[in-house]
Nanobody, 122 residues
Framework: QVQLVESGGGLVQAGGSLRLSCAAS????????MGWFRQAPGKEREFVVA???????YAADSVKGRFTISRDNAKNTVYLQMNSLKPEDTAVYYC????????????????WGQGTQVTVSS
């Protein structure tokens, strides 16, 4: 029942910043944990950041200190603020939602957006 639409992707130079948004439609948005994942060409989809229903956040080691997830339950929207971007951050970024535990695992997420491309040039 949850539909997710990402936006905000684009081209940015290394060291720059980008802010992604994920708009959700459906009931009980605030009760879901939300996550961001990414997939580079030829690579497996990997966990990036997540925020659970109570506001606890999680981040992959590769982005700690650079990426921040937040949510606005009144707007049914989750955000990904990306700073100090590196060429290795280049990927399609996906927003996802889950009602299950283990927020850092891809397998727990039930709903996925279509993805938005982020390209970081050197």
């Amino acid at each position: 029942q949850v539909q997710l639409v990402e936006s905000g992707g684009g081209l940015v130079q290394a060291g720059g910043s980008l802010r992604l948004s994920c708009a959700a439609s459906g009931r009980a948005f605030s009760s879901y944990s939300m996550g961001w994942f990414r997939q580079a060409p030829g690579k497996e989809r990997e966990f990036v950041v997540a925020i659970n229903w109570s506001g606890t956040t999680y981040a992959a080691d590769s982005v700690k200190g650079r990426f921040t997830i937040s949510r606005d339950n009144a707007k049914n929207t989750v955000y990904l603020q990306m700073n100090s971007l590196k060429p290795e951050d280049t990927a399609v970024y996906y927003c996802a939602a889950t009602s299950k535990l283990d927020e850092t695992a891809t397998r727990t997420y039930e709903y996925w957006g279509q993805g938005t491309q982020v390209t970081v040039s050197s």
